[in-house]
């Protein structure tokens, strides 16, 4: 696989494997997922019913919404992207998920698809994927605890993960039910991750002048369900498109 899959509690990461040497800073380019760069091939459905029930969405017909990122990585030799989506239906604990599982398969069959693409193996590894997931109302306890067999354990009580908060300050405790709010849009966990991430494996300068927009279809439209998108690049302070004018 081209990527390196991290699962933790709050989040799901897909870091690309192939290690990119820019000349300069890189110019990042951000997207939410659904509703934004795919949707259900279900009609008139909002979430996807399975790992392969999904299409790239045509804003303008006849063009797909993959085919401007592979422009954009054509055109701009030092273009990252990095796509930031709520997943409130996925869970990751315990391990053995369906919706995880689901959700894993469909980043996957993606991934795939751009490789087969005449562009795809340079947009691979360049695409960052950071994904917010739900919080589970409990958990068991492994048997590997002293615990009672069956013996449910509130998320709080979780062992081994860790909850420091993603600015790195391993002072601050972060409460858990607090991890998972930060890391969901309007929220700036996810971001806030993906520059540490990419800090460490880059030897250029990566700051907040690196981006040039995030693009999201929740912008607190009248038709919008909210205005997560919207809100959170306006959190983070960089400019916010819409897919209509992005993918027009």
């Given amino acids: ?32 997922l659904d509703h934004t760069l795919i949707k259900p091939k279900t009609p008139n459905a909002i979430f996807a019913k399975t790992a392969d029930d999904w299409k790239y969405i045509e804003f303008t017909k006849g063009k797909l919404t993959i085919e401007k990122v592979y422009k954009i990585i054509e055109e701009d030799p030092l273009a990252i992207i990095v796509i930031f989506t709520n997943q409130g239906g996925v869970l990751t604990v315990p391990s053995s998920s369906k919706s995880y599982y689901k959700f894993n398969m469909k980043i996957k069959h993606i991934l795939e698809n ?19 997931t739900k919080k589970p109302a409990s958990v068991k306890k492994s048997s590997g605890t002293s615990a009672k067999k069956g013996k449910v354990m509130k998320l709080t009580d979780l062992k081994g993960v860790n909850f420091s908060n993603s600015d790195g300050d391993s002072k601050r405790i972060v409460h858990p039910d607090d991890k998972f709010t930060e890391m969901r849009k309007p929220e700036i966990g996810m971001y806030s ?52 004018d992005v993918f027009r």
């Avoid at 991290?6 to 800073?25: D, G, Q």
């Avoid at 038709?223 to 302070?237: M, N, P, V, Y």
């Fill in 1 to 32: 696989m081209s990527h390196q899959v991290v699962v933790n509690p709050y989040n799901i990461k897909y870091i690309p494997k192939a290690t990119i040497r820019l000349s300069a800073s890189p110019h990042i380019y951000g997207f939410d």
């Fill in 193 to 244: 991750e993906f520059m540490q991430d990419i800090s460490k494996k880059m030897d250029v300068l990566i700051d907040k002048k690196c981006w040039q927009w995030y693009c999201g279809d929740a912008a607190g439209r009248k038709s919008d369900f909210s205005d997560s998108d919207s809100a959170f690049a306006d959190k983070i302070g960089i400019p916010f498109k819409l897919p209509e």
């Fill in 114 to 132: 751009i490789k087969s693409h005449e562009l795809g193996d340079e947009l691979l590894k360049r695409l960052w994927i950071y994904s917010s």
